[in-house]
């Protein structure tokens, strides 16, 4: 059996490019994702499929045909009936929960190569029958002969039958507390005194730092994906280049209406994508001659109200810094998944309010607030401008920090993320 | 019993299960059948509560008749005796007054369905493996052993000519549909499935509605008129008389073979039957040259995603290989995944099954397949230095027993090994276009080469169900070698006046699928004139070919050539009324003597092999045989 501290290495990853959700079904399903993303990052290794211990891959949505989708796309990529497969979900952070789960088995001396990831589809989540409609058509099952059949169906309400419940509204509303994701970023923009136009030029940088990223070719983790007819998709469709203030200032609000301040323009895009990390131990760098990018060091979750589910990161990533000693100088790089601009805004406030961090982490004794240095923040852009396939997130801002850590030569780096439903995770690496 | 073992369940039932001695797949020899005659003389005496026949071989059904017997078939008496052998059989076991049941797994083909329909019952088994058919006209006979009597009375007579005209099989469920067997079930019900199907009383099936209608006496002419018009689209009564044979065994004589005595005659004796069932047999010998070495591929890497190199790709995929496909980058792979996915889609009926093809092929723009490969194929452009490049990034990179192989036409084994460490290793594996339609895959070596690798390559050919033809390196190998002179003579004779068309009409009705001149355009003039210039004797390329290259018309790629081309199809066909005589064998001399020339050189191992070789690649008439087995007894007849 490994020691608890035994050394986590990210090796390599690949993401799919992330696609916008236009009105209708995607053309990929969440396992055609992350099957071509994840056979594509096998392919490039010394080892064969078979070789991976497990593969762990979280998903918020997965469509009912493949609910465990872990283990139906572990045999879609070729590793064989061998090789276990399992779903994990923990909303937002399912990506980053998948990563976990790998750390903690490869940890625990059980599992030596993991391909640990994250996909939805969310442009496929489902239209779905009310209960009423449900009961409905149970009860015409019952009905044996024509005349009976007739008369139930005479009892259909057009109004019911046309007003499908739209599962995706659903699953971004938290069940608890009754408020949509949004909701909650305008609680936070309310607390910590955000308003529209700081949002909007916030979504603005997102867009302009992705668009320089490709310039710079800073995702070398993307891998173009095609469909059964031969069409390419290569780039991350949901990144403007005309992305303006004029033109964010004219969007109306989604989630309060008539005068809330989030928009479309500055929340995270509703996408389709798939991302994975490949995870090995000591003994499989050493077996197969591997070349880690990064070492994975410790991982953080927190519990925190759901109304303000948006300050997860700083719950999660707070008490990470204080465990190894760290101020914010000391880390070079963040990725926080941009749920909401005012959602990332009000992490970056929240952490440099003395007051704040006094009375919502009263554990962190002599911890001091600090102020995160935009500049290191997502520098090529977020969810904002690249999308927020929910199950995905957290393992491409983890795989993305690991690459932007190596394009900037830089060595420690925190990526963290918020959950709807109140909580928050953050990962601490360092690059090798 | 030798063939056959006997055994009965605690119902009475009597389980026949044939398992042909020293054969790996059943067949219907004489023994077979005597054995089974003798046991149903047992029967007679003490019939069982049921009989159900079954394969005891994981390899199929049952493959139909013996094969080798029908070598006998030129001997008019001995075939009269293996006709009536199978049909007075058949007719017996379909008189029987106990319930009979035949349970179809696999292969299940001729004899091997005539013996089922002469059962009350069938159940077949749903895996992709079980296929029912009558093949006998491709071989250029007639279901004699009462197929033509019972399959359309099941099934209706449109569906049972279709059938047996064209020799296509029905999978499990299509059979089910089509009426052709009562069940189709996994295998894990199939035996209870037969015992509870054969004692259930149910009544046999009979069709209904339409197909019912068509089998009446009076609509039998109607329907025999509109077979053979549909048959005349595809096969010439003087070069194919089965099919034709068989539309008027149906109408006239019910299907029975003994009441058209003379027609029969004039099938089996015909030169036709003869031919056909000789390439039947260069096939099984092609087959077999790949059992030579028993390697085994998983993992196919090309390299170059043209057409050739795509279509490569897509067929191992579709034969269950995981491919990956390289070039430079994704957009010159993405046309071939498209092809592939339509590929798929032709092919693949289940879904699943589709989508897991798909997940198979893999595009790769880095190489990073090649260390995971079991055989490399390079299909890039034929540029020597470009390939010696390529040859000397891949060499270091393979696994240890991996094939290196090239699919080049035009460039030499011998120039191209140069560029290796170890030269020995490489071989040509060479397709042909389009590749999912043509069986046939020449494997090259050339002195020096390792003689496993040769080996291996026909093994790894055999294993993607395609037929290897082993052939020395000289230009242009067998196939494009013995073409280019046959192209570039019917285009001489485009020189000295006689029209494209009445010259691919003359070669059409000699039985190519194809004219000389339209399977120039379709190939490319372009490549036409290259390949003439490497492969022909003649010092000048025909001034029509060079006029027209030069002009740009290249063919069917550039919609326009020797013909118009509209739509992939030559525009305004015009018919043709004359053919002067002799010219289709004086446009095949060259070919031919091409062919001779390569068997005397040795490129070639043997004659029969050449014949096998072109047939196979060209579809040079089938019914005669092959180039040299033509000219042989052609000559001999005088």
Redesign the interface.
């Known amino acids: 059996m490994q020691a608890p501290s035994a050394p986590v290495y990210l090796i390599d990853g690949a993401r799919t490019p992330f696609l916008k959700a236009r009105g209708g079904p995607g053309p990929f399903s969440a396992s055609d994702l992350a099957t071509q993303a994840g056979r594509a990052l096998l392919l490039r290794q010394p080892f064969a499929p078979s070789d991976c211990d497990e593969v762990i891959l979280g998903c918020a949505a997965p469509a009912p045909d493949e609910v465990n989708i872990g283990r139906v796309v572990a045999l879609r990529m070729g590793c064989g009936h061998a090789v276990p497969g399992w779903t994990v979900m923990r909303n937002c952070a399912s990506g980053l929960q998948a990563i976990d789960s790998a750390m903690s088995q490869i940890r625990l001396g059980r599992s030596h190569l993991v391909l640990a990831g994250g996909v939805d589809a969310l442009s496929r989540t489902p239209l779905l029958y009310s209960d009423a409609m449900v009961r409905w058509f149970s009860e015409m099952a019952t009905k044996k002969t024509v005349p009976a059949k007739l008369q139930h169906f005479l009892r259909l309400k057009p109004s019911q039958l046309l007003s499908p419940v739209i599962a995706l509204l659903r699953g971004l509303t938290d069940p608890v507390v009754g408020l949509s994701m949004g909701q909650t970023a305008e609680n936070l923009a309310h607390r910590f005194g955000i308003n529209r136009a700081e949002m909007d030029a916030f979504s603005v940088r997102s867009h302009q730092r992705a668009q320089a990223g490709l310039q710079s070719q800073a995702f070398k983790e993307i891998v173009p994906i095609l469909d059964d007819k031969g069409k390419i998709y290569a780039v991350d469709d949901g990144v403007r280049e005309d992305s303006s203030l004029e033109g964010l200032a004219k969007l109306r609000p989604v989630f309060d209406k008539p005068y809330g301040n989030i928009t479309a323009g500055n929340s995270s895009q509703v996408t389709d994508g798939a991302a994975w990390c490949l995870l090995a131990s000591e003994q499989a760098v050493q077996r197969y001659g591997l070349k880690p990018m990064a070492r994975l060091l410790d991982l953080q979750w927190a519990g925190l109200d759901p109304a303000e589910m948006g300050l997860g990161p700083v719950h999660a990533a707070l008490p990470l810094m204080h465990r190894h000693g760290l101020q914010h100088r000391d880390i070079d790089l963040w990725e926080i998944n941009e749920a909401f601009a005012a959602q990332v805004m009000a992490c970056i406030r929240a952490m440099a309010d003395t007051e704040y961090c006094r009375t919502a982490l009263p554990q962190l004794e002599g911890m001091a607030a600090g102020m995160l240095d935009e500049s290191r923040l997502n520098i090529h852009g977020g969810a904002i401008a690249l999308g927020h396939p929910v199950g995905a997130s957290g393992t491409r801002i983890t795989l993305h920090l690991a690459h932007a850590l190596a394009q900037q030569q830089q060595r420690r780096g925190i990526a963290a993320i918020c959950i709807g439903g109140g909580q928050g995770g953050a990962i601490l690496m360092e690059a090798l | 019993m030798r063939h056959w073992n006997l055994t009965r369940d605690a119902h009475g039932i009597a389980w026949m299960r044939l398992d042909t001695a020293g054969a790996s797949m059943n067949k219907l020899s004489a023994e077979v059948l005597a054995e089974f005659s003798a046991q149903l003389d047992e029967f007679d005496l003490k019939p069982p509560a049921g009989m159900i026949i079954q394969s005891a071989k994981d390899s199929g059904f049952i493959a139909g008749a013996d094969v080798e017997e029908f070598k006998a078939l030129d001997k008019p008496q001995q075939a009269q005796e293996i006709i009536a052998r199978g049909w007075h059989l058949f007719n017996r076991l379909a008189a029987v007054p106990y319930p009979t049941l035949s349970l179809i797994r696999g292969i299940c083909l001729g004899g091997g369905l005539e013996i089922s329909l002469a059962c009350r019952y069938r159940i077949a088994v749903d895996e992709p493996a079980t296929r029912l058919g009558l093949p006998e006209v491709l071989l250029g006979i007639v279901p004699g052993w009462g197929g033509m009597l019972r399959l359309p009375r099941l099934i209706g007579p449109q569906a049972a000519l279709d059938m047996m005209l064209t020799g296509k099989t029905l999978d499990a469920r299509r059979a089910k549909r089509a009426g052709l067997v009562d069940l189709a079930v996994p295998a894990r019900l199939m035996e209870r499935s037969a015992a509870e199907l054969i004692r259930s009383g149910r009544p046999p099936h009979r069709p209904s509605g339409l197909p019912a209608l068509m089998n009446h006496p009076l609509m039998r002419p109607i329907i025999a008129a509109m077979a053979k018009k549909q048959v005349a689209k595809k096969a010439r009564p003087e070069h194919y008389p089965a099919p034709y044979a068989i539309i008027d065994l149906w109408q006239k004589a019910d299907g029975d073979p003994l009441k058209m005595p003379q027609l029969m005659q004039t099938i089996i004796g015909s030169p036709t039957t003869k031919n056909l069932l000789r390439v039947f047999f260069l096939q099984e010998r092609l087959k077999s040259l790949g059992k030579e070495s028993s390697f085994k591929a998983k993992h196919l890497h090309v390299i170059g995603a043209g057409t050739m190199g795509g279509d490569i790709a897509a067929w191992g995929a579709l034969r269950g290989l995981?491919v990956?496909l390289q070039d430079q980058d994704?957009?010159r792979?993405?046309?071939?995944?498209?092809?592939?996915?339509a590929l798929?889609?032709k092919r693949l009926r289940d879904p699943l099954l589709?989508?897991?093809a798909?997940?198979?092929l893999?595009?790769?723009t880095?190489g990073?397949?090649i260390?995971?490969a079991d055989v490399v194929i390079e299909a890039i452009f034929e540029d020597l230095q470009a390939k010696h490049a390529l040859l000397q990034q891949i060499e270091p990179r393979l696994k240890p027993g991996a094939i290196l192989a090239t699919n080049t036409s035009s460039l030499r084994i011998e120039d191209l090994r140069t560029a290796l460490a170890d030269p020995s290793r490489l071989v040509g594996i060479h397709f042909f276009n389009p590749v999912a339609m043509m069986p046939l895959v020449e494997v090259i070596a050339a002195v020096g080469t390792q003689p496993q690798a040769a080996a291996d390559a026909a093994a790894f050919v055999r294993s993607i169900d395609k037929l290897p033809l082993p052939v020395k390196s000289a230009p242009g190998f067998l196939v494009n070698a013995v073409l280019a002179p046959y192209m570039l003579g019917a285009m001489r004779k485009l020189d000295e006046g006689i029209a494209p068309s009445v010259i691919d009409a003359a070669m059409r009705r000699f039985g190519m699928p194809m004219g000389p001149i339209e399977l120039a355009d379709t190939v490319g003039l372009d490549i036409a004139l290259a390949a003439g210039r490497q492969l022909s004797d003649v010092a000048s390329p025909p001034t029509c070919l060079m006029e027209r290259v030069e002009q740009g018309h290249l063919g069917k790629k550039s919609g326009r050539g020797f013909y118009e081309w509209s739509k992939g199809a030559i525009a305004n066909r015009s018919d043709v009324a004359a053919i002067p005589e002799g010219l289709a064998e004086s446009l095949i001399a060259p070919l031919v003597d091409r062919t001779e020339a390569l068997v005397q050189a040795g490129v070639i191992a043997d004659a029969d092999l050449a014949d096998a070789g072109v047939i196979f690649s060209t579809g040079f008439a089938p019914f005669r045989g092959g180039p040299l087995n033509w000219n042989k007894t052609r000559s001999i007849r005088g």
């Open positions: 995981t990956t994704i957009s792979i993405a046309p071939a995944m498209g092809r592939a996915g798929f889609k589709r989508r897991a798909m997940d198979r893999i595009p790769d880095t990073e397949g260390q995971h």
